[in-house]
T-cell receptor
Framework: NAGVTQTPKFQVLKTGQSMTLQCAQD?????MSWYRQDPGMGLRLIHY???????DQGEVPNGYNVSRSTTEDFPLRLLSAAPSQTSVYFC??????????????FGPGTRLTVT | KNEVEQSPQNLTAQEGEFITINCSYS?????LHWLQQHPGGGIVSLFM???GKKKHGRLIATINIQEKHSSLHITASHPRDSAVYIC?????????????FGEGTQLTVNP
């Protein structure tokens, strides 16, 4: 299994540009999520999905869109990039079900700089 | 006050030392995770526990549910243990199960 994969690893955008961060997993996990990691702060949840066709907002959703058309893929879209979105982005996945204690698997991260 | 507090924020040790990283939380939880983030940025799960103690090699994680506290211990530390260690707790909120992360502890082990 490749686990959770993310592309690109690095990206530089100009203010106002749009882009999509890709995330895919091959473990048949229902739950997928996007986090951002900023200096001096813990990881913060942007959006999450509990299955294909179902998405919901996390703590910091503004400026980001997601969709989940398949179980495997969960892309994150920045519609009009802003310097405040400079961060490291992590995609993660896990099983759902009756237990909320399933192990979380993280992708390698995407380092995004918005100038 | 953050729901998850880690201490210390930074820790420098000499190779071979016994290391303890602490995590305190203020909410009821169903599980606590310890994660490791290496300088390259990737995050891996070390432990997931809801009671007692778990051990993998030189790593030991303990949790005291009554005191809302967990510790991560590293015995015989090695420079390759240098990383950021993150505590995260799983709890139930208005929108279902959620994971709340501490800010992390930067560990540097010198040879």
């Amino acid at each position: 299994n490749a686990g959770v994969t993310q592309t690109p690893k690095f990206q530089v955008l100009k203010t106002g540009q749009s882009m999509t961060l890709q995330c895919a997993q091959d473990m048949n996990h229902e739950y997928m999520s996007w986090y951002r990691q900023d200096p001096g702060m813990g990881l913060r949840l942007i959006h999450y999905s509990v299955g294909a066709g179902i998405t919901d907002q996390g703590e910091v959703p503004n400026g980001y869109n997601v969709s989940r058309s398949t179980t495997e893929d969960f892309p994150l879209r920045l519609l009009s990039a802003a310097p405040s979105q400079t961060s490291v982005y992590f995609c993660a996945s896990r099983y759902t079900g009756t237990s909320s204690s399933y192990e979380q698997y993280f992708g390698p991260g995407t380092r995004l700089t918005v100038t | 006050k953050n729901e998850v507090e880690q201490s210390p924020q930074n820790l420098t040790a000499q190779e071979g030392e016994f290391i303890t990283i602490n995590c305190s939380y203020s909410v009821g939880i169903s599980a606590l995770h310890w994660l490791q983030q290496h300088p390259g940025g990737g995050i891996v799960s070390l432990f997931m526990l809801s009671s007692g103690k778990k051990k993998h090699g030189r790593l030991i994680a303990t949790i005291n549910i009554q005191e809302k506290h967990s510790s991560l211990h590293i015995t015989a530390s090695h420079p390759r243990d240098s990383a950021v260690y993150i505590c995260a707790v799983r709890s139930w909120g208005a929108s279902g199960s959620r994971l709340t992360f501490g800010e992390g502890t930067q560990l540097t082990v010198n040879p």
